[in-house]
T-cell receptor
Framework: QKEVEQNSGPLSVPEGAIASLNCTYS??????FFWYRQYSGKSPELIMS????GDKEDGRFTAQLNKASQYVSLLIRDSQPSDSATYLC???????????FGQGTRLTINP | KAGVTQTPRYLIKTRGQQVTLSCSPI?????VSWYQQTPGQGLQFLFE???????NKGNFPGRFSGRQFSNSRSEMNVSTLELGDSALYLC?????????????FGNGTRLTVT
């Protein structure tokens, strides 16, 4: 089992709709979770971090964490064409001083 | 605050050559991590340095090496380049490198090996 798994997509969502991105992880001891956005040809950019069970909202973005199910998700409300990118879920490998990334989900917002 | 700076942005090398990539972390950040990104493998961890010490290393051959200086700047070196080393090499810094500290990435160095 991979440490961090994401559906690679592509995920296509109409403009103005809600985009839902999902991630599962294998290490039950993980305490922090990060979402990165990567535009084509660019480097990953941190957009959300979440540490506690439940929801965390930041503008149009909401991160949801369920540690019991080892599941973290990212919701993008009122999706815009500029949200078209690859979204990477990242979870620290406990004690190994490294952040493990999922393969990323490619999201396309259709005008 | 300036972000993570990587140089050079692009490199073209020939098989068998060696290459050195440079990274300057965000001011005050003591942890520097290096990743290789390819379309097929995604982001693969190379190594992490903190206060000039390598704390962890990924599953890459010994041709990949790195170091960190006292000012937290870091370099990575790849010797005897192979075609498969063509990739985007990303450097990222964090304040402490602990599990709760997110990584902030530089713009990357695009290495092409011919």
């Amino acid at each position: 089992q991979k440490e961090v798994e994401q559906n690679s997509g592509p995920l296509s969502v109409p403009e103005g709709a809600i985009a839902s991105l999902n991630c599962t992880y294998s290490d039950r001891g993980s305490q922090s979770f990060f979402w990165y956005r990567q535009y084509s040809g660019k480097s990953p950019e941190l957009i959300m971090s979440i540490y506690s069970n439940g929801d965390k909202e930041d503008g149009r973005f909401t991160a949801q964490l369920n540690k019991a199910s080892q599941y973290v998700s990212l919701l993008i409300r009122d999706s815009q064409p500029s949200d078209s990118a690859t979204y990477l879920c990242a979870v620290p490998n406990q004690g190994a001083q490294k952040l493990v990334f999922g393969q990323g989900t490619r999201l396309t917002i259709n005008p | 605050k300036a972000g993570v700076t990587q140089t050079p942005r692009y490199l073209i090398k020939t098989r068998g050559q060696q290459v050195t990539l440079s990274c300057s972390p965000i001011s005050g950040h003591r942890s520097v991590s290096w990743y290789q990104q390819t379309p097929g493998q995604g982001l693969q961890f190379l190594f992490e340095y903190f206060s000039e010490t390598q704390r962890n290393k990924g599953n890459f051959p010994g041709r990949f090496s790195g170091r960190q200086f006292s000012n937290s700047r870091s370099e990575m070196n790849v010797s005897t380049l192979e075609l498969g080393d063509s990739a985007l090499y990303l450097c990222a810094s964090s304040s402490t490198g602990t599990d709760n500290s997110p990584l902030h990435f530089g713009n990357g160095t695009r290495l092409t090996v011919t």
